[in-house]
């Protein structure tokens, strides 16, 4: 019969939370406050459920929307005629989200919602970055421009919901592309978020309907707005974003309605290209959770990191890397089969090798530091990509919990916990908009929960070394590392 679970010690967490406080903001919440749900196909259902329930506000942050999620769309607008009260917000990228016009795209995709219901009740933005103008913006081809900043958050929120992912809105997140899905049932909370959003909404360009073009859109950017837009006037763009953004992200405390809260959530932001200087909260509150794992009373803890695109910021993987021996550590990843870009042309095709270099370089630094014995890579598959019955790998996070009393077991239930949209890697933390949260808890039942997540995600991973990468098939062509030096060269990042 299994053991109880046990609950973490405050005063293992106190340390943590104390330093986080100086960083970011905090909002103390029950565990029973927070959903973990499994799949895509779950993620899908709760999406929609909770789409037709709204009576208040939809907001969505999103990459993008496919271009044929019909089903999506007729869901927002039921409910918008069924809920005269209610009002719904967009924010995709400007990049991706028009990349296919004058095809179909997701900007012709949500035209007809302002057209139906008027601006005043749906309002259609893009963020468009800072970094791509002028000349640079002229003749980058658009296959690759998103390579110089993209809107990355993925803010699902729904009257006082939110839904935090790395899941954008298209299909095949919605039926075989695995990535992680937090549902946050607090008021507070969301509104937080929805700040976030309706801030960067503000510095974003709108769409209006319109029949006499080809897309059936115009791209504008509103007098309303807060400041100049970012291809007039970068410089006064991002000053603008500064004054809007910097006061969102400071430290602050929210407390429970409860005397004594088992949770702590801090939402963390990397918007680096907007903020001058840079408050952006995440990379700090990372860093400052890997240097914990170091010194007492975590440096006897387990680990386990994952990311679809497996490219980790150098200082990440440092930390990482120099914890004590006594710390154990997992990293899942894409294997080139589950990788989003496996099989396309040109030169996209060339990222699944890409990112097989990268692992075996990690691989490389866990025999130079010693840690073979301790930390772990594994490769997660679960058929091919584009045939029948294949899945993608798209989940990114962190666990961090007590060790395992059984080296055997394969998953820890954690207390610590990082769950959003970065993909943790120099792009993430120098020309992407990324959003997160960082979950601390010491309820019994939420770390189980956690567990539980780790144990779906290795359900389709396993233990790759190097001699993995040293099967013919696995080898790296020339043409992919010389891509790859040209792509850091010219100011792009994978």
Not at 84 to 92: D, N, R, S, Y
Not at 143 to 165: T, V
């Amino acid at each position: 019969m299994p053991s109880a679970p046990q609950s973490t010690p405050p005063s293992m967490l106190a340390g943590l939370t104390s330093e986080l406080d100086k960083l970011a903001p905090r909002f103390d919440i029950e565990a029973s406050q927070i959903h973990v749900l499994r799949s895509p196909a779950d993620f899908y259902r709760y999406l929609i459920e909770k789409i037709l329930a709204a009576r208040r506000r939809i907001f969505l942050s999103t990459l993008y929307i496919g271009t044929t999620e019909y089903d999506l769309i007729n869901a927002i607008r039921k409910s918008l005629k069924a809920h005269p009260e209610l009002t719904v917000t967009f924010l995709v990228d400007a990049l991706r989200g028009t990349r296919e016009t004058p095809e179909p795209s997701c900007a012709s995709l949500l035209a007809p919602l302002v057209t139906e219901f008027g601006s005043d009740r749906v309002d259609v933005r893009l963020y468009h970055t800072p970094n791509l103008t002028g000349l640079r913006k002229k003749f980058v081809p658009k296959r690759i421009n998103e390579g110089w900043g993209l809107q990355h958050m993925k803010l699902y929120g729904i009257d006082d919901e939110i839904i935090l992912s790395g899941a954008n809105l298209s299909s095949n997140y919605f039926t075989n592309r695995q990535d992680r899905y937090h549902a946050f049932s607090s008021k507070e909370l969301t509104n937080y978020y929805f700040a976030i959003h309706s801030a960067i909404s503000s510095i974003s360009f709108q769409i209006l309907p319109d029949s006499s073009t080809p897309a059936g859109y115009t791209l504008t950017w509103p007098s309303s707005n807060e400041g100049p837009s970012p291809l007039i006037s970068p410089a006064a763009y991002k000053r603008t974003a500064t004054s809007l953004l910097a006061r969102l992200i400071r430290p602050q405390t929210v407390p429970s309605s409860s005397s004594q809260s088992s949770t702590q959530v801090y939402p963390l932001s990397q918007l680096t290209p907007l903020l001058s200087p840079d408050t952006s909260t995440e990379l700090p509150a990372l860093t400052t959770l890997l240097s914990a794992l170091t010194s007492p009373p975590l440096q006897a803890s387990s680990w386990m990191f994952t990311a679809g695109y497996f490219n980790i910021h150098p200082r990440l993987s440092r930390l990482l890397l120099s914890s004590p021996n006594s710390t154990t550590g997992t990293v899942i990843t894409a294997a080139p089969q589950a990788n989003g870009f496996y099989g396309s042309a040109g030169v996209s095709g060339m990222l699944p090798a890409a990112y097989t270099l990268l692992a075996r370089r990690f691989l490389d630094d866990v025999k130079s530091a010693g840690r073979e014995e301790s930390v772990k890579l594994r490769e997660w598959r679960r058929g091919v990509v584009g045939e029948k019955d294949g899945w993608t790998y798209h989940a990114k996070g962190l666990w961090v919990g007590s060790s395992r009393s059984n080296p055997e077991q394969d998953a820890i239930e954690p207390c610590v916990t990082l769950v959003g949209s970065s993909n943790y890697t120099k792009r993430s933390y120098e020309l992407d908009l990324e959003v997160g949260a960082l979950v601390v808890t010491s309820d019994p039942g939420l770390k189980k929960r956690l567990g539980k997540e780790q144990e779906w995600l290795r359900e389709y991973s396993k233990e790759v070394n190097h001699d993995e990468f040293e099967r013919v098939e696995r080898r790296v062509s020339w043409k992919v590392r010389v891509a790859m030096l040209i792509v850091r060269l010219v100011g792009g990042a994978l």
